[in-house]
């Protein structure tokens, strides 16, 4: 959701109100005028800190003391945990499917920092490894039914790799801080998210806390590389009779600058999370001598097919969680625009067209995304290819499937001889709910750790290890407590990773209100 997304969909905002004044343009105003009459400015619009349509604050529920009513400041934990993720972001805990090219010594010398820095953690919670060198800790509840709501909050600290050649104002791997960020592979994803959490448990342990409900910390080791790790942990978890009542990964994040209109960051929390399939497409020719080419041979073909899939984007929609995402922004937006998100019965499939144009985030969210990420075809210069072959990196939307996904990469292609094959896939993960008591948790501890956040649901385009958990919980959401405008968005997995310090702090005091909010 770059910076120049305003232009395009302030026109189709322009354009869908020219439509709605042919008759309903009376309704479509009034409706409009009574939700900013209800909140139009702030995060605490009507419906935004309620959790949305219908939901009440859960019985028992309770705001934890004086802290959540006034707020507590993330100052007093920002620069501990800025100096303790500089530390851990020096070690280079890059996963490989190939076990020779994995630094295993990094992985090591991470797990005994991590007991370094947080030895109240390490004396009260259960550890044990899993898969090798994935982590789980258990924090066993203090109330009379302790197992009976379990909570899991996940992170990964395995990262990306750096390449050398890229120019980063700080060495990738140096933990370097500025007073402003701290900058390196990991900041952002993941292991800014693993400290604030290990921080909040630290610190509560210190002021001699105990949640009511039992708490599973689960860290993983090869989130990056699609690994099992997750997998693992979750028949672990699941053969011990654990059903979670919540589960919280990576995934959204306090978003600022993400859309038009909205002053204040968007909280987006992801209900759900679009599935990922690798997806072969191969041709075959006869292979001979470059100097006498046929016609249309192994590489044209597959170059036609690649260039299809390029200029005919799978067809848009717009589920329920980004109509509700679309609806609570326009609550703190500008009467223009909420006049469409409060009649989005008139004005959804606009709104889906202008998805497709703001940019490449916002169309991300409507639709099944194709990329041609690996292309292969002669080994030499003067030889044909004799098999051509090329992946479709596959991002499923919700409401799609594996099966369909393939079907229908058929069609575009149109042609037989072009031979698919799946080589990796997984559906989308189920809806999570966004009216129920564990988002109005998450809601509540984001209004605890960023006042002017206008929360939302939304759907997660990326994979994350949280979607092998969907088998065990009915409520998993991805959500990163941090602060990122589009330029620190645009530096994951990318060069100058970086995270603000003063987000590390919002984000310790967004864990500990969610853990005092268990009762």
């Known amino acids: 959701m770059s910076k120049g997304t305003a232009s395009p969909l302030s026109r189709v905002v ?21 939700a900013g009459m209800g909140g139009a400015s702030g995060s605490n619009s009507a ?13 028992g529920f309770t705001s934890s003391g004086s802290e959540m009513e006034a707020g507590e400041s993330g100052s007093r934990f920002a620069q501990k945990a800025a100096d303790r993720l500089s530390e851990l972001i020096t070690f280079r805990t890059v996963f490989s499917g190939s076990r020779d090219q994995i630094e295993l010594e990094e992985f090591t010398g991470f797990i005994e920092t991590l007991e370094r820095l947080y030895p109240a953690v390490h004396s009260s919670l259960h550890r044990e490894f899993v898969n090798g060198h994935a982590l789980l800790f258990k924090w066993p509840g203090s109330g009379l039914e302790a197992a009976a709501k379990p909570v899991v909050f996940m992170a990964h600290y395995d990262v990306v790799p750096v390449d050398s050649r890229d120019d980063w104002t700080h060495p990738g791997f140096s933990g370097h801080q500025d007073g402003e960020y701290v900058w390196g592979r990991g900041a952002l994803d993941d292991k800014g998210a693993l400290v604030v959490i290990m921080e909040a448990v630290e610190s509560l342990l210190k002021e001699g806390f105990a949640p009511a409900h039992d708490v599973y910390l689960s860290f993983g080791n090869n989130e990056e590389t699609a690994g099992d790790s997750a997998v693992v942990a979750a028949a672990l978890l699941a053969k011990r009779g654990v059903a979670p009542w919540l589960v919280l990964d990576e995934g959204g994040a306090v978003a600022a600058d993400a859309f038009p209109g909205l002053k204040a960051p968007a909280a987006a929390i992801g209900v759900a999370e679009k599935g990922i399939l690798d997806l072969e497409l191969l041709t075959r020719g006869a292979g001979g001598h470059a100097s006498t080419p046929p016609r249309m041979g192994a590489t044209a ?24 995402m679309m609806r609570r922004i326009g609550m703190s937006s500008g009467f223009a625009l909420r006049i469409v998100t409060e009649n989005m019965w008139a004005f959804k499939s606009l709104l889906t067209q202008a998805f497709g144009l703001v940019g490449d985030e916002t169309r991300a969210l409507t639709r099944t995304t194709v990329a041609v990420t690996m292309l292969e075809g002669s080994k030499a210069a003067n030889v044909l290819a004799s098999t051509a072959r090329a992946n479709a990196n596959i991002r499923i939307a919700v409401g799609e499937s594996i099966e369909s996904v393939v079907e229908h990469v058929r069609t575009i292609i149109d042609d037989p001889s072009v031979e698919l094959r799946v080589i990796s896939g997984q559906n989308p993960s189920p809806i ?11 809601t509540r501890a984001v209004e605890a750790s960023y006042p002017d956040a206008v929360v939302t649901p939304y759907i997660q385009t990326g994979a994350t290890d949280s979607r092998n958990f969907t ?9 990163s407590p941090l602060l990122m405008d589009a330029s620190d968005r645009r530096s994951l997995h990318a060069v100058n990773e970086r995270v603000r310090i003063s987000s ?11 853990l005092r909010g268990l009762v």
Do not use: C, D, H, K
């Open 432 to 442: 999570s709910s966004f009216e129920n008591e564990q988002f109005l948790l998450l």
């Open 301 to 324: 073909r597959l170059a036609q097919a690649v260039v299809a899939l390029e200029e005919t984007p799978f067809p848009a929609s717009m589920p329920a969680p980004i109509v509700e």
């Open 471 to 479: 088998s065990i919980s009915p409520a998993v959401y991805r959500f």
């Open 14 to 34: 322009a354009a869908a109100l020219t439509v709605g004044a042919a008759g309903t343009a009376a309704v479509i105003g009034a409706r409009a005028f009574r």
């Open 504 to 514: 590390l702090g919002s984000g310790v005091v967004f864990y500990r209100e969610l």
């Open 47 to 59: 419906g935004i800190r309620s959790g949305g349509p219908g939901v009440v604050a859960p019985s």
